[in-house]
């Protein structure tokens, strides 16, 4: 296992004491090139985006793209920079807990991302068998990987209230989560729900919506942008394109 010793320990002290308004800051690279642009523009750590590395291979979100995939592509972005790197594994990919953390491990990624939804049926999973996972994903990594738990309710429940999202999260960190992430929460609801759950909130900082710094003050101590970036990178690339063309 090659993750950075001490790498996860960093990346979980960047979540604590952080005041309103300054929330960690995770851009998300897609390939090792943008993971080299966004650590020289100073952050401290990098989320990678299932979304958008998948896209760069050429596959559909949602586990489209074959894990031994993704696992080479975090690899070739942990490999291109010196900050920590959390990666996006969706839902798993249907492996074993031990065989995804020694994956991950093996790949330099010192955090994750997991999400409680099947992306094939587009349902939540239950929460206990979520838990379980989760519990069994901590007991496989230690202290090694900075476990991010997906809360799904927003995207696909029909109770899309702070208290859903509370008792999922409330579950999740007591199978050792580290942050809760209820992706496409009103921002209004992120400090209810970090109340709640007593753990950081993750929050998705969208193109029209709410700048990293005022979800901070909404209560996120921790800001991604999910496939956001690449699209805004695919933009700037079809223009020029445009341009060539003409």
């Known amino acids: 296992m090659s993750a950075p010793a001490g790498g996860a320990a960093a990346l979980r002290a960047l979540h604590t004491g952080r005041a309103a308004g300054d929330p960690l800051v995770l851009p998300g690279p897609w390939d090792a090139a943008s993971a080299r642009v966004f650590a020289d523009a100073g952050f401290a750590a990098l989320a990678t985006p299932s979304e958008g590395v998948s896209a760069a291979l050429g596959y559909a979100d949602g586990q489209g793209t074959p894990p031994d995939e993704m696992f080479a592509a975090i690899r070739r972005i942990t490999r291109a920079v010196d900050v920590p790197v959390t990666a996006d594994v969706e839902a798993g990919y249907g492996l074993p807990a031990a065989e995804l953390v020694e994956r991950l491990l093996e ?17 939540l999973r239950d929460p206990g068998a979520q838990a379980d996972f989760l519990a069994e994903v901590r007991a496989a990594a230690g202290d090694a990987l900075v476990l991010n738990a997906r809360v799904d309710t927003y995207l696909r429940g029909t109770d899309r209230t702070p208290a859903a999202a509370i008792a999922r999260g409330v579950r999740y960190a007591a199978a050792g989560a ?63 394109a445009a341009g060539l063309a003409t």
């Open 107 to 123: 790949a330099g990624a010192v955090g994750c991302n997991l999400e409680d939804s099947d992306p094939a049926a587009g349902t």
């Open 178 to 240: 580290d942050v809760v992430y209820p992706i496409l929460a009103p921002p209004a609801q992120l400090a209810a729900i970090a109340e709640g759950v007593g753990l950081p909130v993750n929050a998705l900082c969208r193109a029209g919506g709410p700048a990293p710094r005022e979800l901070g003050v909404f209560g996120a101590a921790r800001v991604t942008f999910g496939g956001g970036l690449h699209h805004q990178a695919t933009d700037t690339l079809r223009a020029v």
